[in-house]
């Protein structure tokens, strides 16, 4: 197999079915052009001594990578990556607000839960309030069509959310609504990292139990450095993707960006 790395075997692990492992495995050699579409795909013996399964795993994995679109299977000649592969996606750039513009043009929302909470502790110590002090929860689910694509989970001061109410949101993006309200927004705090999905993500995402998702965080600051929002963002990283843009000024003045590792864990 064409690969920097050599392969290894799958194993076995809770949440994650072995045919599943191999269809994202060979679904990403595809989409990166490891194999190219119509090239060959190695036979179903050497699949299995590739990756370690048995045949039915290997025939399970190929068969939803038919069902994707992304192979085609030939009676006596093999399996052959499709011709008629979904197109690349371009990197562009964009700026926060246009970036949260774009998502809502091109998505459709359903809203899940919105009331009056006190926040995780967590979120609170974030959101800099004080203990038992209330803000608005607001859930929503992003989808094209049928497609879940991400749910959201924001947490908006109290004094800022009075106007946040389910007919609004229905209507407008949170952030429009807070715009509204003469919000203007700063700078923005993002933490990016995986998590399994667990059952009520399972269902709203459309993934397995145990399956990897991206989780994204976000602390939203004002023009006076007060917290406007903290956002937190599930995807499935088979629909989703994230796309940072660092223009060169803040590469030379700041840290825009930076991997930090947990250190407890190690």
């Not at 060959?40 to 290997?58: A, H, R, W």
């Not at 038992?132 to 991400?150: D, K, S, T």
Request: hydrophobic fraction near 40%.
């Amino acid at each position: 197999m064409n690969e920097t790395f050599q392969q290894e075997k799958l194993v076995k692990t809770p949440g994650t079915a072995l045919h599943r492992q191999l269809y994202l495995v060979l679904r990403e050699q595809i989409m990166l052009g490891v194999y190219a579409p119509g090239a060959l795909l190695p036979n179903e013996d050497e699949l299995c001594g590739y990756f370690g399964v048995s045949k039915i795993t290997v025939r399970r994995a190929l068969s939803d990578l038919k069902q994707q679109g992304l192979v085609e299977r030939q009676q006596g000649r093999g399996t052959f990556v499709s011709t008629k592969l979904p197109d690349a996606h371009p990197f562009h750039a964009t700026n926060f607000l246009e970036a949260i513009k774009e998502r809502g043009r091109e998505t459709q929302v359903h809203v899940l839960d919105i009331k009056t909470a006190i926040p995780p502790g967590a979120v609170a110590l974030q959101m800099q309030m004080h203990s038992g002090e209330q803000a608005i929860y607001a859930a929503r689910l992003r989808h094209v069509q049928e497609v879940p694509l991400m749910v959201t989970e924001a947490w908006v001061p109290i004094a800022l959310g009075k106007t946040v109410t389910l007919a609004r949101l229905k209507r407008k993006p949170l952030y429009q609504i807070l715009i509204d309200q003469g919000v203007e927004f700063g700078r923005v705090i993002e933490e990016i990292t995986a998590v399994s999905a667990n059952p009520q993500f399972s269902k709203l995402l459309q993934a397995e139990v145990g399956a990897p998702l991206l989780r994204v965080t976000r602390l939203v600051y004002d023009r006076q450095e007060r917290p406007v929002e903290h956002l937190t963002i599930h995807a499935n990283p088979e629909r989703s993707r994230v796309l940072l843009n660092l223009p060169s000024s803040e590469m030379q003045q700041s840290i825009s960006s930076r991997i930090v590792h947990d250190r407890s864990i190690a």
